[in-house]
């Protein structure tokens, strides 16, 4: 089936480190989101991302979508403790079907 | 309501009850999305209706898993004959139509099977 593998599943960085977290699919992606879901929260819409070879930036955090759409990446510089939470990315393969990756949980040590 | 009310919050029920779980989408959003997030876990696809209709159900465990949507708005999610395994967060979200529209979720409802 049509799935999307996150990387790392966990990531525990000093407050300061950047931080990247990779989404891949197996199959060509439509368009990519991503979601910030914090302790105890649900899922919140970051930012979505279309066409290929995209990049998008939101004050410390840079987003792309791969060449082939297949893949895509969230990178944070200079980690603060308000970024602690679960990233996932979520992509639609040509439906509305809307398939959300492993996600990747990141924690930050003051 | 301003985003999309899920009810319970919590439910504890017995193993081998049914039990009903609501969501309340954002008005005007025809997608409607449920998911199942176990303790630290990722969330895991149930089934999406687009309007009344699921065009894909694939994500449901087993047939104890039921849902349905009525006037475009409601959805409801049943499950027969709780087990232990079914505890979990169920998150709805919907979204207006295309795909590039982004998903609001709810609050989610905990259920706990004891």
Redesign the interface.
Request: hydrophobic share 30%; no cysteine; proline share 4%.
């Given at each position: 089936?049509q799935q999307v593998m996150q990387i790392p599943q966990y990531q525990h960085v000093q407050e300061g480190e950047d931080f990247t977290t990779y989404c891949n699919s197996s199959t060509t992606l439509?368009?990519i989101?991503w979601?910030k879901q914090r302790p105890g929260g649900?899922?919140?819409?970051l930012i979505?991302l279309?066409k290929s070879g995209e990049v998008k930036k939101q004050k410390r955090l840079t987003f792309q979508f791969g060449e082939a759409k297949k893949n895509s990446s969230l990178h944070i510089t200079a980690t603060q403790t308000t970024d602690v939470g679960t990233y996932?990315c979520?992509g639609?393969f040509?439906?509305?079907?809307?398939?959300?990756?492993?996600?990747t949980?990141l924690t930050i040590i003051p | 309501g301003a985003g999309v009310s899920q009810s319970p919050s919590n439910k504890v029920t017995e193993k081998g009850k049914d039990v009903e779980l609501r969501c309340d989408p954002i008005s005007g959003h025809t997608?409607l999305?449920w998911?199942r997030q176990s303790l630290?876990?990722?969330?895991e696809?149930l089934i999406?209706f687009?309007g009344n209709s699921a065009?894909?159900k694939?994500g449901l465990p087993s047939d104890r898993f039921s849902a349905e949507r009525t006037g475009g708005s409601v959805s409801t999610l049943t499950i027969q004959r709780t087990q232990q395994e079914d505890s979990a967060v169920y998150?709805c979200?919907s979204?207006r139509?295309?795909?590039?529209t982004?998903?609001?979720?709810?609050?989610?409802t905990r259920l706990t099977v004891v």
């Open positions: 089936g439509s368009n989101q979601y649900h899922p919140v819409f979505q279309v996932f979520a639609n040509g439906n509305e079907k809307l398939t959300f990756g492993t996600g949980r | 997608a999305y998911y630290g876990q990722g969330l696809f999406y687009q065009p894909d694939s998150l979200a979204r139509t295309g795909l590039t982004e998903a609001f979720f709810g609050q989610g």
